[in-house]
């Protein structure tokens, strides 16, 4: 395989007052780009203000992960909203985020829907176009992070927008390209080693194995591996090493610069 490079990205952010998920220091040392979560399913003025802070410090390319306002659920229930309302909701949480980062300071460089939220825009055209559109009229210059082959990834190139493809390394997908549901067999990839096998092979053939059917074909600019899950630390840091070893290198899809 000849030298080349892909980001790597993690979900960060997410503590409370009730405990920490995951460990933001030690991913922020391993991920190329981070999605922080701003005041929707977590976060706060001060764990958002950390966790860009120590982006700013290592380089790493931060972006929005905004969802349902849902901290029982962590954002992983569907919350019954009009489109309007997901629009206004997705807004405020950029919003949110961008004012933190000018006191780091750092500028927030794209928006990554988070748990059900972007499983229901993944698959629903309407709600796809509504967070697309909010995107936009945010900030134009804000890129997307969109499940590669799915509706939002659609809607967002249709309507111009910047979008780049995300795939998951610790996540188990259906032969239409949807991710499993968490409460299916299949939904999670727990073991480092299972997980930096797959992604080398997708990488080599550009094709995903599947729960329940054959391969499918999907596009690949970021992977996603869960910062809340259990030894994320582990996995992000093998899948690293397994990258560096194909001669693949993390860099972010979007410069963290320009």
Do not use: W
Not at 133 to 149: F, P, Y
Not at 181 to 209: K, N, S, V, Y
């Amino acid at each position: 395989m000849t030298d080349r490079s892909i980001d790597l990205n993690a979900d960060l952010g997410e503590a409370s007052e009730s405990g920490t998920k995951g460990d933001d220091d030690a991913m922020l040392s391993l991920v190329s780009s981070a999605n922080v979560a701003c005041g929707g399913h977590a976060g706060d003025p001060e764990t958002m203000f950390r966790a860009l802070s120590i982006a700013s410090e290592r380089g790493v390319v931060v972006g929005a992960h905004p969802g349902y306002a849902d901290r029982e659920g962590f954002g992983r229930r569907v919350i019954p909203m009009s489109h309007a309302e997901v629009g206004r909701m997705i807004a405020a949480q950029i919003g949110a985020l961008q004012a933190v980062a000018r006191l780091v300071p750092i500028e927030v460089r794209y928006v990554k829907i988070h748990g059900a939220l972007s499983n229901l825009a993944a698959r629903d055209a309407d709600v796809a176009a509504a967070v697309v559109d909010a995107v936009q009229r945010v900030s134009g210059e804000l890129a997307i992070l969109a499940i590669s082959g799915t509706e939002i990834e659609r809607v967002a190139r249709a309507a111009g927008a910047p979008v780049f493809s995300e795939i998951f390394a610790d996540r188990g997908y259906q032969p239409n390209g949807q991710l499993v549901p968490r409460d299916r067999l299949g939904a999670m990839i727990h073991d480092p080693r299972e997980a930096t096998d797959r992604l080398l092979g997708f990488l080599e053939t550009g094709l995903m194995p599947v729960v329940g059917g054959e391969p499918i074909e999907l596009a690949a600019h970021s992977i996603c591996v869960h910062g809340d899950s259990d030894g994320a630390v582990a996995m992000a840091r093998m899948i690293r090493d397994g990258l560096g070893t194909a001669g693949i290198q993390p860099a972010g899809f979007v410069d963290a610069t320009s």
